[in-house]
């Protein structure tokens, strides 16, 4: 209930579309909705902001977002709000540190039981939560190889998304995401939108600058 309530009120609360003013519809989990930052810290306050301050045309960013969310619920979110929103671009926020999992059903199976006490929770996987800084995302990478060495069963199942090895669990998630995107793309057209992905990361997904 909470969460129709929420979508409800970023979708309406901008009412219908005003001219002079594009839209921009934002999808994604938790990165999006951002319910423990403040308002004008939020990704979508900063886009609109950015938007508006490159110039040329007026901005106006539409937030559809929920924690948990993969891109099958973005898709849902899109096609039921997406006529009363109006958008002329329509963005999805990938985090590959999740989205995979959202998306597969065996591999959030697999993330509920770990959830459970099944392994360590992923706050503390040594080296991963480091404060930034190059030398420290170095180390945090370093921890991290060092820890893939121990038992698969103690490594959160997110971080098995950077993994270089074939695996036919993650080449099914990987496929039923792309399919996922693609349906959001064409929705995205029915609209009459563009569509575009940003890729957001974490300091596991990232090594170097």
């Known amino acids: 209930a909470a969460q129709i309530r929420d979508l409800h009120r970023a979708a309406l609360e901008h009412g219908p579309p005003v001219e002079g003013v594009s839209r921009v ?9 951002s319910k423990a930052t403040p308002l004008e810290e939020t990704v979508g306050s900063r886009l609109e902001y950015h938007l508006n301050a490159a110039g040329g045309r007026t901005w106006e960013v539409v937030i559809l977002g929920y924690e948990g969310w993969g891109q099958r619920e973005e898709l849902k979110a899109l096609e039921k709000y997406g006529s009363s929103v109006g958008p002329a671009v329509v963005v999805t926020l990938f985090l590959p540190f ?5 998306n597969s059903k065996e591999l959030d199976e697999i993330g509920e039981r770990q959830k459970h006490g099944d392994v360590l929770p992923a706050s503390e996987v040594p080296g991963l939560f480091l404060e930034w800084s190059v030398l420290n995302r170095l180390i945090a990478h370093r921890l991290a190889v060092a820890r893939a060495r121990s038992p698969a069963s103690e490594i959160p199942v ?6 270089t090895e074939p695996d036919p669990m993650w080449e099914r998630a990987w496929d039923m995401t792309e399919s996922l995107l693609l349906d959001t793309r064409a929705a995205a057209a029915s609209l009459g939108a563009d569509y575009l992905i940003a890729s957001a990361s974490t300091p596991s997904g990232v090594l170097g600058a």
């Not at 519809?25 to 909705?33: E, H, K, R, T």
């Open 98 to 102: 999740n989205d995979f999992r959202n």
């Open 158 to 163: 997110d971080f098995f998304a950077y993994s």
């Open 25 to 33: 519809v934002l999808l994604g989990d938790s990165y999006v909705a």
